[in-house]
């Protein structure tokens, strides 16, 4: 009887227990394969995507801020296959008010009670930025007449409601008072288009972790440091991964910043994981000449 139950109670023997190991080996190396296998195929996937996102992005980048740019008016300040400089638009409104000096004017705030802006600011206007007025000379050909803004805009000013310009008194309280050199010509009437500008640049640079990057900077006359530290706004792309091409308005090459009418536009990404492996994208924009 005793024998019978130690029978009974017999366990594993060690030649079973080896090849359940094994089996159990084998299979979790199968199960580890196939694991990183798919998060390579994921990552690579990922990694495409975000390749791909790159160059989408630098084309809508460059293609937002160049496309209202009017070259024959000095929009363009320096041109080169990997870099532009140019004047960019930091906000742009309509005048209430012009003060009897004609040093100081006023324009609508940003959000009105109406729901419909006059007023875009886009990047805070700083002393020493530029203030571009449309005016119209004796054969009534539009032109922009330069300025220097004196001050950082203030709200020491009104919009009254008799400009047309707001609708309401706390529209017309929290108007933006702009002070400014030289003065205004006496034919500048409120209603006036101005825009407040500043010279900027993109360009393909290459950063600490040695990729490189498509970067922005802007520069002001009035800073310690005109030109601030460029900073990144999208890549990692391939060396010589942003091509630029400028062309006139016949479709021919210029170097000349103020013929260009076209610019063509080559953006090379490089995947993170793989350097070697890259993706492009080929776009053109016109210009406003």
Do not use: K
């Not at 532009?84 to 000096?101: N, Y």
């Not at 930025?129 to 203030?154: E, F, G, Y």
């Amino acid at each position: 009887m005793v024998s019978v139950m130690r029978a009974a109670r017999r366990g594993a023997s060690l030649v079973e227990l080896v090849v359940v190991i094994v089996l159990l080996a084998a299979i979790g190396s199968a199960v580890m394969g196939v694991v990183i296998h798919q998060e390579r195929f994921y990552r690579a996937q990922a990694d495409a995507i975000d390749a791909r996102a790159t160059v989408r992005d630098a084309a809508s980048i460059l293609q937002s801020e160049l496309r209202a740019l009017t070259p024959s008016d000095g929009d363009l300040y320096a041109i080169a296959p990997s870099t532009v400089e140019f004047r960019t638009t930091l906000a742009q409104s309509a005048v209430c008010t012009i003060s009897p000096s004609r040093r100081a004017i006023t324009i609508p705030p940003e959000h009105l009670a109406s729901g419909a802006p006059l007023t875009w600011i886009g990047t805070q206007p700083e002393a020493g930025d530029t203030l571009l007025v449309l005016a119209s000379d004796s054969t009534l050909v539009n032109r922009w007449d330069r300025h220097v803004l004196t001050s950082a805009p203030s709200r020491a000013g009104t919009c009254p409601l008799s400009s047309g310009l707001t609708s309401t008194a706390a529209d017309a309280a929290a108007a933006l008072t702009l002070t400014l050199r030289p003065a205004l010509d006496s034919t500048i009437e409120p209603g006036t288009i101005v825009r407040i500008v500043r010279r900027a640049r993109y360009e393909l640079y290459r950063a600490s972790d040695s990729r490189w990057y498509l970067g922005y900077l802007d520069c002001l006359a009035s800073r310690a440091a005109p030109c601030n530290v460029v900073q990144p706004v999208s890549g990692p792309f391939a060396p010589s991964g942003i091509r630029l091409e400028y062309r006139d308005a016949s479709g021919d090459p210029t170097a000349n910043p103020r013929l260009v009418a076209r610019i063509d536009l080559l953006a090379i990404a490089e995947r993170r994981s793989t350097p070697a492996t890259l993706d492009s994208l080929a776009t053109a924009v016109a210009l406003r000449n």
